[in-house]
């Protein structure tokens, strides 16, 4: 079946050995709120709303690019992991694709209903930081489960 809105799958492994490292550099630097001052640098911005100052469309900011690194590295990598082929890619595959996908938003977006409902104030936005990468990592997790689930079957069957 030709797929041509996936990736090679070789560009998966690459995805791997960027997605593991950046994401547990990120939760790291999370829980440990580390900024290194190297990376304090003067970078362009769209919509700067400063907090005892003025507000502007476009400028230059001093920002911390840590953060913006590993979003950009954990979210290229998501997808080179999410949307490259398997080895023997077919049309099961697809639809264990497909349906893990589906599974993916409407789990993401049960936890971003809960949150609205019970999530306020600085917590929600840390809830609504993490649901940007969530709904990949979701997809990800479900879609390697249900391969290794047909894998096993398909063993168990030999």
């Known amino acids: 079946m030709k797929l041509n809105y996936l990736f090679p799958n070789k560009y998966k492994k690459i995805g791997w050995l960027i997605l593991i490292p950046s994401a547990f550099i990120g939760l790291i630097t999370i829980i440990l709120d580390f900024e290194p001052n190297y990376l304090d640098l003067n970078v362009p911005a769209i919509f ?41 890619e077919d049309e099961y595959i697809s639809k264990i694709r497909l349906e893990s ?28 930081i993490f649901n940007m990468f969530t709904i990949l990592l979701f997809f990800i997790i479900r879609f390697n489960w249900q391969i290794s689930k047909l894998k096993k079957s398909a063993n168990y069957e030999e």
């Open 48 to 88: 700067i709303d400063e907090v005892f100052g003025e507000k502007h469309f476009i400028g230059i900011v001093n920002n911390n690019v840590l953060n913006e690194i590993l979003g950009v590295l954990i979210i290229l990598s998501s997808l080179l992991v999410a949307f490259s082929k398997e080895k023997s």
């Open 101 to 128: 996908l589906v599974w993916a938003v409407y789990f993401n977006y049960a936890i971003l209903l809960i949150s609205f409902l019970f999530i306020f104030d600085l917590s929600f936005l840390w809830v609504m």
